[in-house]
């Protein structure tokens, strides 16, 4: 198994069937609240829960993560109505507003309109997505999804009725989620899956990249692999569950002295999540480690001046070692500069989030069929 995916990685690279999808690295809600003097008032009213996302009660949840910034653009319908998404690796739905939705979420973005599609068809069931702090209903419906210059026919996607309130700071309209079936609400088919089953993808895999630039370069590629993302070799790891895009974590360096996941744990590469998150009291610890200090809300500040005298962080992961460098872990804004390391509270499991600031550290490649993640430092 191992020898193939290596093959099929060098095959892929070299490919160019595959399609790609930029992606704009916008201002994130976090900056536009900052700029309005809203953040305080916002943080208090949908503090931060990043874990209520992977606690699966049976509907498909969300969190209100106020420094996402990548996003998409794909439509729906004939002819296409366009839509700003969020590509998720930590949920399976695909959403959007409607023109049904009069929550004030949906004021303030894209709404789909059924009646101006000639291959839109109603679903027979309605669509429920918890949320950390509030949740989206609505209907799910049929119709053509164009995502890159591929064509789905027959997607089934939830159009929204109401939305939580705080989605009305948010930058993309909706979501499209690119984990298992296993966990999607009504058990709907995710968009690639079906790119897969209508043959409309050369490889059954999508490597996502997030470039350090912020205006251009990130991209999400479905069906390949690009080599010019990356340099050196791809390390291919074992999912640990076929749910959320799970692996085996085994500890969390700094120096060579374990910091934080003793004894090993879980941890879960997504997109859909800005920073590192893991238990309160050790994500305190790492916070400590590098000279953080953490304010009530969990945030961790550092001194701008002190970044470059910071150390590494290695996330060892199935036996191999990731380092993750202060100049990506540590974020400076007007505000000054604060650490990408999040509190997910203490729910009492060693569940971790490796969101978009080890994302950016290193291409990531899901392989949907041999159920493998594989990780390559990217350039």
């Known amino acids: 198994m191992m020898k193939w995916l290596i093959v099929l990685s060098a095959l892929v690279a070299f490919s160019e069937s595959f399609k790609r999808i930029p992606l704009i ?17 916002y943080r208090q009213k949908f503090p931060y829960r990043p874990m209520s996302k992977f606690i699966q009660t049976g509907s498909e949840a969300m969190t209100n993560d106020a420094d996402l910034e990548y996003y ?24 959007v507003p409607s023109v049904y939705c009069s929550s004030e979420a949906c004021e303030s973005h894209n709404k789909f309109n059924p009646s101006k599609s000639s291959t839109f068809k109603w679903g027979s069931e309605s669509l429920s997505i918890r949320y950390g702090t509030g949740s989206m209903t609505g209907y ?17 996607f939830g159009l929204s009725k109401t939305e939580a309130p705080f989605m009305a700071s948010m930058k993309p309209d909706g979501i499209l989620g690119l984990a298992f079936q296993s966990i999607a609400a009504d058990d709907v088919t995710p968009v690639f899956n079906n ?24 991209e999400v590629i479905f069906g390949g692999i690009d080599g010019n993302h990356y340099t050196g070799q791809v390390t291919w790891i074992p999912l640990t569950s076929a749910t959320y895009w799970q692996i085996k974590m085994d500890r969390v360096s700094i120096n060579g002295q374990t910091v934080a996941c003793s004894g090993g ?99 990531s490649i899901f392989d949907v069929e041999a159920r493998y993640i594989g990780l390559a430092k990217s350039v």
């Open 265 to 363: 744990c879980q941890a879960i590469i997504d997109t859909g999540t800005s920073l590192i998150v893991g238990p309160n009291q050790e994500i305190a610890n790492m916070n400590s480690w590098v000279g953080a200090s953490t304010n009530q809300y969990g945030e961790a500040t550092v001194s701008c001046q002190s970044v470059t005298n910071m150390p590494e962080i290695t996330f060892t992961l199935n036996g191999h070692d990731f380092n993750v460098p202060a100049s990506a872990y540590v974020s400076q804004s007007y505000y000054g500069c604060s650490t990408g390391f999040g509190q997910g509270g203490a729910i009492g499991t060693e569940l971790w989030i490796l969101g978009d600031v080890f994302i950016r550290e290193y291409y």
């Open 25 to 41: 690295k916008g201002k994130t809600a976090k900056q536009g609240l900052q700029e309005k003097g809203l953040w305080e008032e």
């Open 72 to 95: 998409g653009v794909i439509s729906i319908g004939t002819p296409p109505q366009s839509f700003a998404v969020l590509f998720d690796t930590g949920s399976s739905n695909l959403w």
């Open 195 to 218: 790119m897969i089953s209508q043959k409309l993808v050369e490889q059954p895999l999508f490597s996502v990249y997030l470039s350090s630039d912020a205006q251009q370069g990130s």
């Open 140 to 156: 799910l419906a049929v119709d053509t999804v164009e995502v890159g210059g591929i064509t789905v026919q027959n997607q089934i």
